[in-house]
T-cell receptor, first 117, second 113 residues
């Protein structure tokens, strides 16, 4: 069966410090991968998604970047954190789609709570 | 702009009461529709989904949702809630052929024993 891991679970970082959050998926190949930020009362905001190694689409211009160095690894990074980067970050995966007949159902990891101080 | 709307962000009700959460979307064309649930301290997980066919879909834990194409709606219902249904519920829409899910802002549901 497929599983998705995220770490760390919680992180407290000072403003201006770098960030690296990691997400890995097991039990599937060539998944679509996604990074979301969840804010209370505002739902889930899609930050990045990837359909393959080295292929990253950015949804929202911001202080963050994403990379996919391996098929089942997705990394969220920042060179210098801002206070506004605080939040709950979720990674998700889906089976790669094939057009009109695919569900794009996404499966979510446990999330990382990031507090920037 | 294309969007997913969920109203009444906070819902408080007693056990055995009926629950209905509204979801409206503004995407044209064919869509896949989902309801996700996040129980306190747990992962976001799929409650139910609609791709095609019978517009009334059954999910886990006694939940169901009805797709009304003419109203661009996918409302979630449960006839009799339990304390364990306390959670945040998110509607999500995937325009067919698109890689992305668009989420509503969620409904925080609290069931009082």
């Amino acid at each position: 069966s497929q599983t998705i891991h995220q770490w760390p679970a919680t992180l407290v970082q000072p403003v201006g410090s770098p960030l690296s959050l990691e997400c890995t998926v097991e039990g599937t190949s060539n998944p679509n991968l996604y990074w979301y930020r969840q804010a209370a009362g505002r739902g889930l905001q899609l930050l990045f998604y990837s359909v393959g190694i080295g292929q990253i689409s950015s949804e929202v211009p911001q202080n963050l970047s994403a990379s996919r160095p391996q098929d089942r690894q997705f990394i969220l990074s920042s060179k210098k954190l801002l206070l506004s980067d605080s939040g709950f970050y979720l990674c998700a995966w889906s089976v790669p789609g094939n057009g009109a007949h695919f569900s794009y159902e996404q499966y979510f990891g446990p999330g990382t709570r990031l507090t920037v101080t | 702009a294309q969007s997913v709307s969920q109203h009444n962000h906070h819902v408080i009700l007693s056990e055995a009461a009926s629950l209905e959460l509204g979801c409206n979307y503004s995407y044209g064309g064919t869509v896949n529709l989902f309801w996700y649930v996040q129980y306190p301290g747990q992962h976001l997980q799929l409650l139910l989904k609609y791709f095609s066919g019978d517009p009334l879909v059954k999910g886990i834990k006694g939940f169901e949702a009805e797709f009304i194409k003419s109203k661009f709606s996918f409302n979630l219902r449960k006839p009799s809630v339990q304390w364990s249904d306390t959670a945040e519920y998110f509607c999500a829409v995937n325009p067919r052929g698109n890689n992305r899910l668009a989420f509503g802002k969620g409904n925080q549901v609290v069931v009082i024993p």
